[in-house]
């Protein structure tokens, strides 16, 4: 398994970061313009309805919006509302996906924190992978300080 943590000073309330980050167009706008993930139409909170290890939806990773490279078989084993998740799905390339997000709250506004752990399917690629992973979410930090940062407020 590989592992890996990263986390972001933002200048945003816990409640703002929350709904942003249970939104498809937030996780979207984390993403764009590189990559895309489809929802159910009707998905306005990612969280809504979910039951510890049942698999909500899959969603499709696209790149550049367009070319399906990846599948997530979306599902949550914890949620408590306003401060964390824990994502736990399959997905095409990955045995096992684990994605914890979490909210602290600090005197300008919050700390968030991603944890991702994984499994490949092919464990030759798992140093790929961690590299590849790594540098999706170090973009998504970016997008988010570029989004909520501090000097953004």
């Not at 979306?74 to 684990?98: A, H, K």
Request: glycine share 6%; net charge neutral; charged share 25%.
């Amino acid at each position: 398994m590989q592992s890996f943590e990263i986390e972001t000073e933002l200048g945003l309330g816990a409640q703002e970061c929350w709904a942003h980050m249970t939104s498809p167009s937030g996780v979207n706008a984390e993403f764009w313009p590189f990559l895309r993930m489809t929802f159910p139409s009707a998905t306005r909170d990612v969280t809504s309805g979910w039951q510890p290890g049942r698999r909500l939806f899959r969603s499709w990773i696209l790149l550049f919006g367009i070319l399906p490279v990846e599948y997530d078989d979306f599902g949550f084993e914890e949620v408590d509302v306003g401060r964390r998740f824990l994502e736990t799905s399959e997905m095409l390339s990955q045995q096992e996906w684990i994605h914890e997000r979490e909210i602290k709250e600090t005197l300008a506004g919050v700390r968030l924190i991603d944890r991702i752990s994984f499994v490949s399917r092919l464990p030759f690629l798992e140093r790929i992978y961690l590299v590849v992973f790594r540098f999706v979410f170090r973009y998504r930090h970016f997008r988010l300080r570029r989004l909520y940062g501090r000097d953004a407020v």
